[in-house]
């Protein structure tokens, strides 16, 4: 009797501290506009527990004490200590930090004091910018503006997807960037992010108005790094590292076979299971870690040098980008070079010149990520050696038991290149006749060339796969663009 006394007092010990831990939900929204704030931090404070808000500023915090303190925070805005006093549903509205408001932001007409804003804008300094290595600044924005939701593009060069507010047209979705007030377009592949000093999302009509319908997916402004007066300042910033893409579970050879045969069965049908493979290819083939490379080599380099007089300001920089693809072809590298200068004649006029030359190179890189998922795991790479051919592009086997091209076949057909020459010039002059008025006339050309390059290989592996042309053919494209812009 005793034991069982016993035994039941520690169960009810056990569910009292298990009836201590609840789970906490809840949505955080910014005070400025009371949107919901993407990638705050919601810790359990003294612990390492924690999680951050998604997309719709909602969080879940499981095994929380009902005595608990939770701490909100995030970039830009003052951060919250809450008890949860057992509530399991805690909705939080966080304040701009204090120091942030005397700032000054560019806008479309010109730039003001954070605190004198009425209209929807964020700022993002270039220091957080660079916090990521990235080919594109935007791929650096994910989870640092609330209501701007950044997808990356994926490959090499490919251009990440910006919403800003969600969808807004169904013509397109991209914002509008603007560079030192030059109109640039939906790009900004072209753009070093070490020479980026501030980024300004416009998010509303108000705040992008002066842009008319260009901007009926939002405005970024972007300011780029200005020189300062002293001595030359020498800055540089190297760094290397590798990007991976998490292998998925896969089925293999005798697996996949099991599936096969499988369906038919349930189908009430004979299967056709081709098992060739069985003889060739005993073994079976992991696609996956034939085509896709374990790391991907991500490099960015940059040098810049500032400096100047009362009278005379330089920004130089040079930097180079490089990142690979995950296969044995495909990369994207750029080469950026930018000067911007300023010259004050007198306390009245003032005249800026800014020139941005750059070169970009890139093998297309082939999408063969759902060809190495779906193929025939039973299916060798090549065709036994006593059937191999003259033309190496007709040895890759064809799959035995679907319709899925040969992955490695397509990677080694695979032969596109393209590079592009572009400058951009932006000047201005800018008076001031009297005390708090600025007038400013500004002129800018964006010009680029572009040319690419394309080899199809002849090839017969079988009659659903192949190409057959007289002889390979070379397909060359080359235009020029030159987009000006003014203001006055």
Known sequence: MKKQILLLCLALISLCGYAQQITVKGVVTSATDQQPLIGTTVQVKGTGTGTITGIDGDYTLPNVDKNAVLVFSSIGFESQEIAVGGRTTINVVLKEAAELLDEVVVIGYGAVKKSDLTSSIATVKGDEITETV??????????????????????????????????????????????????????????????????????????????????????????????????????????????????????GAAEYKEVFNTRYTNDGLSSIWNDTGATTNPGGTDWWDTVVNKTALVQNHSLSVAGGSEQFVYNFSVGYYRNNSQFD???????????????????????????????????????????????????????????????????????????????????????????????????????????????????????????????????????????????????????CMVQYSGTA
């Open 329 to 479: 072809v495909g990369y994207w590298d750029k080469i950026n070079i930018r000067l911007n200068t300023e010259y004050t004649f007198n306390k009245y006029v003032k005249l800026g010149v800014d020139i941005a030359p750059r070169v970009e190179s890139w093998d297309d890189t082939p999408n063969q990520f759902s060809a190495a998922m779906a193929m025939d795991p039973t299916t060798p790479v090549f065709r036994p050696q006593d059937q191999w051919e003259d033309n190496e592009y007709n040895n890759y086997q064809r799959s035995y038991n679907n319709q899925e091209w040969n992955p490695a076949g397509s990677i080694a057909r695979s032969n596109a290149h393209s590079r592009e020459l572009g400058a951009i010039l932006n000047t201005y002059l800018q008076v001031n006749p009297i005390e708090k008025l600025t007038l400013r006339t500004q002129f800018g050309a964006n010009a680029h060339y572009r040319r690419s390059d394309s080899f199809v290989p002849k090839f017969n592996m079988d009659p659903f796969q192949r190409k057959c042309p007289c002889n390979g053919w070379l397909y060359c494209r080359t235009f």
């Open 134 to 251: 990235t080919g594109n600044a935007m791929d650096a924005l994910q989870g640092k503006v609330n209501g701007v939701q950044v997808t990356s593009g994926g490959g090499p060069g490919a251009t990440p997807k910006v919403l800003i507010r969600g969808v807004t047209t169904v013509n397109g979705t991209n914002p509008l960037y603007v560079v030192d007030g030059m109109p640039v377009g939906d790009n900004i592949n072209f753009l070093n992010s070490n020479d980026i000093a501030s980024m300004e999302v416009l998010k509303d009509a108000s705040a992008a108005a002066i842009y008319g319908t260009r901007a009926s997916n939002g405005v970024i402004l972007i300011t780029t790094k200005k020189g300062k007066t002293g001595k030359a300042r020498i800055n540089w910033n190297s760094s290397v590292g590798f990007q991976t893409v998490a292998k998925p579970n896969i089925a």
